[in-house]
DNA sequence: CGTCTTTTTGAATACTGTCAATTTAAGTGG
DNA sequence: CCACTTAAATTGACAGTATTCAAAAAGACG
């Protein structure tokens, strides 16, 4: 309780509370209105909304709808938007020589996909949705046009960047140095953390992914994780009950997690 | 031979040939010559050369020599410079709660070092001279403020930071799913190829790091490492001699590398 | 030339992976 | 609504790879 929580895989951004809300969603690919987006103070955290308002309800941003186990865009595509998550989770995936999927990534509501195809102007990596999933889809053109005139959102942007690269730093950590039980504790609780940004609770909450993707991101096996999801209920620090997680120690949760864990506070 | 070499860990930047030279270096911080520079046709890759010409040979770039063990910047520390290694060769790593230091990059001559800074306004990680090392000095303010009305500029910093976050995508499949031996390989084609594109050999060159630094880079213990060594050179796919290491059999150890590697050709 | 660091090698342990079978949940169609 | 099919999750037994602990050898440095 009294412990700061780890956040080692840290989240891209800084939301705050923000549920998912589809009580204004218009059907299909339609003109986005931003000033009434329920995102719109931390969309591209606060950067975007708050300078380039004049250019927030011309038709740059389209929304578009993702069915579950759809794609977003794949490896090796073309790169041309950056996608902001309004609803629903994602995961983002790197193909393997074997044709394995190996997952990198998973997204919450408000946070910027497709950084990676920046570089060489293709996708590195491939997104699909773990539910059904609405984003906003941000032309990378247009975006550098604004940065043009708009300083703060050009540092906003290479935070946004820079952000991508903190979290895959510690990723490396953890599959470098950490044991299962030490990566499932870490993954819970940040998973835990984003969710309670998002205003959800921190200790009761369902996730949207296999074990299968879970062991992927973590560097285990899908046995692995249920062993150690196993583990972890007999210990009483949670209750498991198929995707639907309960905390119920979170501070020996933490310890674990901590005990290799990264030293520095949070992201 | 034939086969097309695997550059998991892609290397940074796509500089060409360059050799260290320190001919024409002045001793300690000195007013910078870009223009005079060896380094100046892959500065930020041709970004800043090409374009902010004017500024080129302003004081903004201060050069800055470190010596063997010495550090350019902690983990914590204010952010201020990114910098590009001019000569020299030098390591990036984090801190585990432990105080164990977990290595996440080794840079050579041109590769632009610290994008992990711009995110928090300090440097999640820390960087280390593996030898005597010299690197130039750009301050993220100045820089900013140049690619206010330098399009391509802006473009070729962010590319830089997409390709950051590209690289450590890789590194995670790597510390994933990659047995010992095929980091090794891969780590070891990746060093030949990134030599081979300064102008060296590719078969036959001398790696600044410990036995414990690649370990703790590539997720293994320095005995691990020590031993697959070994193991190779049973196989005769290399010679070991310290840290001088001559490649035999380039086609077995991209095989190898392979075996498992990323499909996607190079970066 | 002696000290300290780095590297190598060995033996035993431990953790996670692999293979396999079972259980549970979810989705489909009669 | 229920039988049927498929996907996801759990659990066990065993194997394998890398780690740990330990000691010796080889360089590096002053």
Redesign the interface.
């Known amino acids: 309780m009294a412990a700061t929580p780890p956040e080692i895989l840290a989240e891209p951004m800084p939301l705050l509370p923000a549920r998912p809300d589809a009580s204004q969603a218009t059907a299909g690919v339609a003109k986005p209105h931003c000033s009434h987006c329920h995102l719109r103070e931390w969309c591209l955290p606060s950067g975007m909304a708050n300078n380039g308002l004049d250019c927030m309800d011309s038709v740059v941003f389209s929304r578009r709808r993702i069915k579950t186990g759809q794609r977003l865009y794949r490896?090796?595509e073309p790169f041309k938007y950056l996608y902001e998550v309004r609803s629903g989770n994602l995961k983002s995936s790197?193909?393997?020589?074997?044709?394995?999927e190996?997952v990198?990534a998973f997204h919450m509501a408000g946070e910027l996909i497709g950084?990676?195809?920046?570089?060489?102007g293709q996708h590195?990596?491939s997104t699909t949705a773990l539910e059904d999933t609405e984003v906003c889809a941000v032309s990378f053109e247009f975006l550098?046009e604004l940065?043009?005139g708009n300083?703060p959102l050009?540092?906003t942007?290479?935070?946004?960047?820079?952000?991508?690269?903190?979290r895959?730093?510690?990723?490396?950590?953890l599959?470098?140095?950490m044991t299962a039980e030490e990566r499932l504790a870490t993954f819970l609780l940040n998973l835990s953390q984003r969710l309670a940004a998002r205003g959800y609770s921190a200790s009761d909450f369902h996730m949207r992914m296999t074990r299968a993707d879970i062991g992927?991101y973590?560097?285990l096996t899908l046995e692995t994780v249920s062993r150690t999801f196993s583990a972890f209920q007999k210990l009483r620090l949670l209750k498991v009950e198929q995707r639907h997680i309960r905390i119920t120690n979170l501070d020996r949760l933490t310890r674990i997690a901590?005990?290799?864990?990264?030293?520095?506070p949070l992201?």
Chains 1, 2 share one sequence.
Do not use: C, P, W, Y
Not at 115 to 120: H, R, T
């Open positions: 490896e090796g790197l193909t393997t020589a074997e044709g394995m190996r990198s950084l990676d195809g920046i570089a060489e590195a990596s550098t940065t043009t300083a050009r540092r942007l290479m935070q946004q960047m820079s952000q991508e690269i903190v895959e730093l510690r990723l490396l950590v599959l470098g140095n992927s973590l560097g901590d005990m290799r864990a990264h030293k520095h992201i």
